[in-house]
T-cell receptor, first 115, second 110 residues
């Protein structure tokens, strides 16, 4: 299993500013994933982050808007840049331990409101 | 695009079995069926997974049809705490991204 600590748990931000979300895992993991969940919607994958390489972004998401860092095997950050009200969502960090079962473990999420 | 389809919502009486269906008619041979649930305002939680055999754990049972084109998650004795959105997903080998469909919102009724 994996225990994921995600910070902040919630924030209210002004339009045009940026917020960096941190994800800390209690064990080393190869793959980390960032998801967005808009109000009342399902989870949408933003990007996959591997240690030591550039993140791989899904269609509709770009690095300039959602830069990701993955400095080591237990930590990652997602920045939401130049925010607008449309960025108001829950952002979730997820990991796959790859230890014989490919299940995902999720952080508790960051609830972001942009005014 | 999500590769699974689920009914948007279901109700279940407390204490009764909740049977949540999932259609995955385009599943490939190396893909597992995974189920997660998301209780309001929390991150999704893993429930169970299977390849082709039926599976059971302390939380639920998973029934996969012989042709693997559909599956059913069974919560044997639903409680109010099982009220959540349940997601059925397909996952291949390790380190592949997981796409979530719209899920089923299960409401357990007292």
């Amino acid at each position: 299993s994996a225990v994921i600590s995600q910070k902040p748990s919630r924030d209210i931000c002004q339009r045009g500013t940026s917020l960096t979300i941190q994800c800390q895992v209690d064990s080393q993991v190869t793959m980390m994933f960032w998801y967005r969940q808009q109000p009342g919607q399902s989870l949408t994958l933003i990007a996959t982050a591997n240690q030591g390489s550039e993140a791989t972004y899904e269609s509709g998401f770009v690095i300039d808007k959602f830069p990701i860092s993955r400095p080591n095997l237990t930590f990652s950050t997602l920045t939401v840049s130049n925010m607008s009200p449309e960025d108001s969502s829950i952002y979730l960090c997820s990991v796959e331990t790859g230890q014989g079962g490919e299940k995902l473990f999720f952080g508790s999420g960051t609830q972001l409101s942009v005014l | 695009d999500a590769k699974t389809t689920q009914p948007p919502s279901m109700d279940c009486a407390e204490g009764r079995a909740a049977n949540l269906p999932c259609n995955h008619s385009t599943i490939s041979g190396n893909e597992y069926v995974y189920w997660y649930r998301q209780i309001h305002s929390q991150g999704p939680q893993y429930i169970i997974h299977g390849l082709k055999n039926n599976e059971t754990n302390e939380m639920a049972s998973l029934i996969i049809t012989e042709d693997r084109k559909s599956s059913t998650l069974i919560l044997p004795h639903a409680t109010l705490r099982d009220t959540a959105v349940y997601y059925c997903t397909l996952t291949g080998r390790s380190y592949q991204k997981v796409t979530f469909g719209t899920g089923t919102k299960l409401q357990v009724i007292p």
